[in-house]
């Protein structure tokens, strides 16, 4: 059972580009976070999706957006990329029905560095 | 988001319990408490959850405090594949909707001498 995975791996921009970023669920599961973790700190919560719509968002600006489709993957998109847009991007996926209490399964993370 | 107060590193031997504590005084009768640990190179992974009564799974046991304002994730017997940040998260139950957000603090990075 294959878990979640993103892609790409490692990938590198110049200030001002674009980046989209995929993540795949868990099999079965129907939400999907995202997260952005700098070099030495934890995560920090972005946005959630379920049933193709955004449903929580943090402290995150617009250039920040996202995507679900019905087969339950995920794009992240980052426009106008800033040099303190480099950090690990992290993709966690749940059951809706896990509400509250259920865990998030998180992926290895695509590593974004803006040069 | 109540926040959470973690040391930032600890260390342990192998084959011995590790207490990892957590105090969380501002805490509301509707956070559930969280823990989750980040290994070297990945994403995180989910360790434990509990409400007020102390828990246990095949990976570790949650012990609560009675007044739930901190809390202690106990590993059993450490090995060296435990060596992680260790995250304790306060998860707030949203009224009417589901919670996806957990708010990391900078965790305890746990060290496991052989």
């Known amino acids: 059972d294959a878990g979640v995975t993103q892609s790409p791996t490692h990938l590198i921009k110049t200030r001002g580009q674009q980046v989209t970023l995929r993540c795949s669920p868990k099999s079965g599961h129907d939400t999907v976070s995202w997260y952005q973790q700098a070099l030495g700190q934890g995560p920090q919560f972005i946005f959630q999706?379920?049933?193709?719509?955004?449903?929580q968002r943090g402290n995150f600006p617009d250039r920040f957006s996202g995507h679900q489709f019905p087969n339950y993957s995920s794009e992240l998109n980052v426009n106008a990329l800033l040099l303190g847009d480099s950090a690990l991007y992290l993709c966690a996926s749940s059951f809706i029905q896990g509400k509250n209490t259920g865990e998030l399964f998180f992926g290895e993370g695509s590593r974004l560095t803006v040069l | 988001d109540a926040k959470t107060t973690q040391p930032n590193s600890m260390e342990s031997n192998e084959e011995e319990p590790v207490h990892l504590p957590c105090n969380h005084s501002t805490i509301s009768g509707t956070d559930y408490i969280h823990w989750y640990r980040q290994l070297p190179s990945q994403g995180p992974e989910y360790v434990i959850h509990g409400l007020t009564s102390n828990v246990n799974n095949r990976m570790a046991s949650l012990a609560i405090a009675e007044d739930r304002k901190s809390s202690t994730l106990i590993l059993h017997r450490a090995t060296l594949r435990d060596a992680a940040v260790y995250y304790c998260?306060?998860?707030?139950?949203?009224?009417?909707?589901?919670?996806?957000?957990?708010?990391f603090g900078k965790g305890t990075l746990l060290t496991v001498n052989p």
């Open positions: 999706y379920y049933e193709e719509e955004e449903r």
């Open positions: 998260i306060l998860r707030s139950r949203r009224s009417g909707g589901s919670n996806y957000k957990l708010t």
